[in-house]
């Protein structure tokens, strides 16, 4: 049940797997298991912020950037550090970074709950904004590049992330400033083709109708709610794991993601 508790996401079910084959040594092998998980993908997204931050750095003329991000990616959607807010806490630390628009991430507020809370623990300048703000925010050069988390990418690049992302990606392209994708290498599913076989969970309607249980929509109004959506590789400007950065246009195979020979 656990397993196949997020099925757009595949890091659990890799997790799952990697700890499961434990389970009969007992309780102590299992969480030993765990803990090595919490190392590696601590020091994976570490890596990956390095590699982003480089990549960023090296494709913009500007000496402090400005960041559009969706959704939450740092500490607490991972491990302790974070992977696209990773990269933008390494732009930090380096003095690379102005400031960071926090999509509010409808309908559960991931950004302004989340993200923000840890863009002010950093100490990080940062505007919280409306979703349907973000693509004027770029469309308007208040933006020199976006940056997203990745809940399953496919081999050829496609990749499913929080619901939203695609028109970020979209206002990118029209903008023609760099849209990144960042996660770990066990985010990246060699199995899935393309993403036309991502699943994308649909989520209770009243997520959508309610906020805080009170009716924001007519009573009876049926709301629609996919948690996910895929933004093409043709739209990804570069894609990084703790292996290497890929710019998909240039790759049709993203396996360098995950073995780090890079094509």
Not at 13 to 26: C, E, K, S
Not at 28 to 51: F, M, Y
Not at 149 to 157: K, L, S, T, Y
Not at 219 to 241: E, H, L, R
Request: net charge negative; glycine share 10%; with cysteine.
């Amino acid at each position: 049940r656990i397993r196949n508790a997020r099925p757009t996401a595949v890091n659990l079910a890799w997790g799952v797997d990697r700890v499961q084959p434990f389970a009969v040594q007992g309780r102590d092998e299992v969480l030993t298991q765990a803990h090595q998980i919490v190392v590696e993908d601590t020091a994976a997204n570490r890596k990956l912020s390095e590699l982003g931050a480089d990549w960023i750095l090296q494709r913009t003329g500007a000496s402090k950037l400005r960041v559009l991000t969706h959704c939450n990616t740092g500490a607490l959607a991972t491990t302790g550090w974070g992977t696209a807010l990773g990269v933008i806490r390494e732009l930090h630390e380096r003095g690379a970074l102005d400031v960071v628009y926090v999509d509010e991430t409808r309908p559960l507020l991931q950004g302004a709950r989340l993200t923000a809370w840890e863009l002010e623990r950093e100490g990080i300048d940062y505007r919280v904004q409306a979703d349907g703000a973000a693509a004027s925010t770029i469309l308007r050069g208040l933006v020199d590049f976006a940056i997203i988390g990745a809940d399953r990418i496919a081999r050829n690049g496609d990749s499913a992330n929080k619901i939203g992302s695609v028109g970020v990606a979209l206002a990118c392209q029209a903008a023609g400033i760099p849209f990144m994708v960042a996660a770990p290498s066990s985010t990246v599913d060699l199995d899935t083709a393309s993403g036309e076989e991502i699943e994308i969970e649909l989520r209770d309607g009243a997520e959508v109708t309610q906020l805080a249980g009170v009716n924001i929509a007519p009573m009876g109004a049926q709301g629609f709610n996919p948690a996910f959506d895929v933004t093409p590789a043709k739209y990804i400007s570069a894609i990084v794991t703790e292996k290497c950065v890929v710019e998909p246009k240039d790759s049709p195979d993203v396996s360098a993601l995950v073995n780090g020979v890079n094509k």
